[in-house]
């Protein structure tokens, strides 16, 4: 269905909640429900099987408007509708659609905490990102937020680990010799079943998404590539690609094709860093060294052609800094070789080896129809085939031109998405390689004004760990009023958390890092 | 389905060189890219102070000479700086760069993070100024540039 027919689609499955509708951008269709009319929206959005929830934004209008906005995304291909739930600054509520769609959990406790809205009927309200001493009433995202009123308040020590008969809870982190970063998980154990499992996050919130409201449209751009380590390239992307849509200005297509480029090297990188850490909670401390021995030459690449190891610093608004010479292809070509053949050898290993698929084949299995309830993104919905990728579904920058194939899998288990990612780095290998013959001539960046003319728009990039979500809003000024940041992690941990009910507590490990969570992502 | 499908992997390593780089025994030559240290020529500058505005970490400071001949003096903070080269971007009159050389910044004390650029005149200027009374300091002992 084309994007039109999919919007008409929906105008018309929400004609009776509707309380107007307009349509912002070509692709997007905003529909003004009241608070009473969410469910019945969501359900028959969810009934028709039209596309996903992919975000829950909070929106403050601010001090005079008094009003708080609660915009519910959803996404069907390239096609975006948004419901949006006015309600008052103060003592605004709605619904819980956690019945319908148990991934908005984590979203409604954020909505919750940072705008003060209640949600009625959530099945888990305590905090998700706020710290415990965290004064109750003060809500960081509201615009008159004062931060001389979020004085830490005391709070009494959480209650001992109880156990009832031969059920126990074991807590894992903040600080774990096992887990390496900063989440606290509780999961409730039969022996050596899990029953029940709950996460809190938050420990290393930097409130990233405030701090751009005081920063000119520039400035953001940096702060919102340290959103992640590991992706920092697609957060820009996805936040120049927004900015520039606002703005109305066309990146030069060979600063497309560079930001593709990057973003293949980056994936490589990623992959082959989660592929490490797998192995390594898998117990396979060889291909762990192996693996990241070789990830060392597409890190050395990214810093060879753009000046830095990590956060690369290759977008600027309008385009990129960085141009891809002759020399600098000969060297990519030459490293992307080498990283085909070695993961070539890792899918050999990972699909053969005896020990190995002792722990993963058949292990967490997700059927289709599970990762749809639990609208997981990424590399994981493909391991279960669903094909989700926005680069496919709704191509941005440069993959109309450089256009990649999906890769998708059957059995769901975590050895299909060893799979699924090694398979996508020899698509990825592909793609870069062909960028790299047909690298369009031109300019490498345009002007972009210093102040975005005022508007609202979505921006959608396909990140390693699956859709990245960046809503973006201008008042015309020199800084932004809001940019809303859902990352992937935050999505897929709802299924996760569900799937490991019912395993051995030994496997939750190698499920979880089967995820490639990123706390970082998640503590924006 | 087989046994030990790394063995093979391992054997050969037995033969090989070790991938750890020998740093700081052998230091590898950095990419002609890097974004090291910053560095700004005065001559060139007309006070428009872009790169100040844009600098996501606050890390340079321009400070005004005199603004009807154009003398300015910069402080730039290393240790705030992120090295992302917006400001050599930001800048219409090409006075800033990153050097690839400086890049080992380690040091013991924080004050050799903070550097100033600037003609020789103008840093006494500056430092008179900030030192009241002090005497400046020898020709080629810039105040507080410990970086180098
Ligand atoms: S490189 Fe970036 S952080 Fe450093 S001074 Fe320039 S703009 Fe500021
Ligand atoms: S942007 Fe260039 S010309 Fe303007 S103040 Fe900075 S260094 Fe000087």
Redo the contacts with the bound molecule.
């Keep these: 269905m084309t994007t039109e027919s999919l919007l008409q689609q929906a105008e018309s499955l929400l004609a009776t909640m509707s309380r107007g509708s307009t349509r912002p951008e070509t692709n997007r269709l905003d529909v003004v429900i009241e608070s009473s009319g969410l469910v019945p929206a969501v359900s028959a959005l969810k009934n028709a099987r039209w596309g996903y929830l992919t975000a829950l934004t909070g929106l403050d209008l601010g001090v005079e408007a008094g009003v708080v906005e609660a915009l519910y995304h959803f996404c069907s291909d390239a096609a975006v509708t948004t419901l949006r739930v006015r309600l008052p600054r103060i003592g605004g509520s709605v619904p819980s659609i956690y019945q319908l769609i148990p991934a908005v959990g984590f979203y409604e406790r954020e909505l919750a905490e940072m705008y003060g809205v209640t949600v009625t009927g959530m099945p888990d309200d305590s905090r998700l990102f706020l710290p415990d001493d965290w004064p109750v009433g003060v809500y960081p995202l509201l615009k008159d937020f004062d931060p001389q009123s979020a004085q830490p308040v005391k709070v009494p020590p959480p209650p001992r680990g109880s156990s009832t008969g031969e059920r126990f809870i074991i807590p894992i982190g903040p600080q774990h010799p096992a887990l390496k970063e900063p989440g606290h998980f509780e999961f409730t154990v039969d022996g050596e079943i899990v029953t029940a499992a709950r996460m809190r996050l938050g420990y290393v919130h930097r409130g990233i998404e405030k701090a751009v409201e005081q920063r000119n449209w520039i400035q953001s751009l940096y702060l919102l590539e340290r959103v992640c380590g590991i992706c920092s390239h697609t957060h820009s992307v996805a936040y120049c690609l927004g900015v520039e849509q606002l703005a109305q200005v066309e990146v030069p297509p060979r600063a497309q094709a560079i930001r593709e480029l990057i973003a293949g090297l980056e994936r490589i990188h990623s992959h082959l860093l989660w592929l490490g850490v797998a192995a390594h909670e898998a117990g396979f401390d060889t291909l762990f060294m192996y693996s990241w021995r070789d990830r060392e030459t597409v890190m050395d690449l990214l810093e060879t052609v753009s000046g830095n190891r990590v956060n690369y610093s290759a977008n600027i608004l309008g385009g990129v800094k960085i141009d891809i010479t002759a020399e600098f292809a000969e060297a990519i070509r030459r490293g992307i070789d080498y990283l085909e053949e070695r993961s070539r050898h890792y899918l050999d290993i990972v699909t053969t080896d005896t020990m190995f698929l002792q722990r993963t084949r058949g292990i967490g299995a997700m059927t289709r129809e599970q990762a749809e309830h639990f609208g997981v993104l990424g590399p994981l919905a493909r391991a279960s085939g669903i094909l989700r990728d926005v680069r496919v579904e709704a191509p941005y920058g440069a993959y109309t031109r450089f256009p990649i194939s999906a890769v998708t899998a059957q059995a769901g288990d975590l050895e299909a998405r060893f799979v699924v990612r090694l398979k996508e780095l020899f698509v990825t290998c592909n793609a870069i390689r062909t960028i790299l013959d047909n690298l369009p001539p031109g300019e490498l960046a345009v002007k972009v004004p210093r102040r975005i003319p005022a508007g609202e728009t979505i921006s959608r990039v396909e990140a390693p760990r699956g859709e990245l979500f960046y809503f973006i809003r201008s008042t015309g000024g020199d800084k932004p009023d809001r940019v809303k940041v859902r990352t992937p992690s935050l999505c897929n941990w709802t299924s996760v958390l569900h799937q490991a009910i019912g395993c051995q507590l030994a496997d939750v490990p190698l499920l979880l890092a089967g995820m490639d969570p990123c706390f970082s992502c998640n503590d924006r | 389905m087989k046994f030990g499908a790394m063995f093979v992997d391992v054997l050969r390593s037995v033969f090989t060189r070790p991938a750890t780089r020998l740093y700081p025994k052998v230091r590898t030559k950095a990419p002609a890219r890097l974004h090291g240290k910053l560095y700004?020529d005065p001559k060139?500058?007309?006070?428009?102070?872009?790169?100040?505005k844009d600098c996501p970490a606050d890390a340079?400071e321009?400070i005004t000479i005199d603004r009807a001949t154009k003398h300015?003096v910069?402080r730039y903070h290393a240790d705030r700086c992120t090295y992302c080269a917006q400001?050599v971007v930001?800048?219409?009159?090409k006075?800033?760069g990153m050097s690839n050389e400086g890049w080992e910044l380690a040091a013991l004390k924080k004050e050799a993070f903070t550097v100033e650029y600037g003609s020789e005149a103008d840093l006494a200027k500056l430092f008179a100024v900030e030192h009241p009374g002090e005497g400046i300091p020898p020709a080629g002992e810039k105040p507080a540039s410990a970086l180098e």
């Design positions: 700004w060139l500058c007309t006070g428009c102070t872009l790169c100040v340079i321009l300015f910069m400001c930001s800048c219409r009159f006075c800033l």
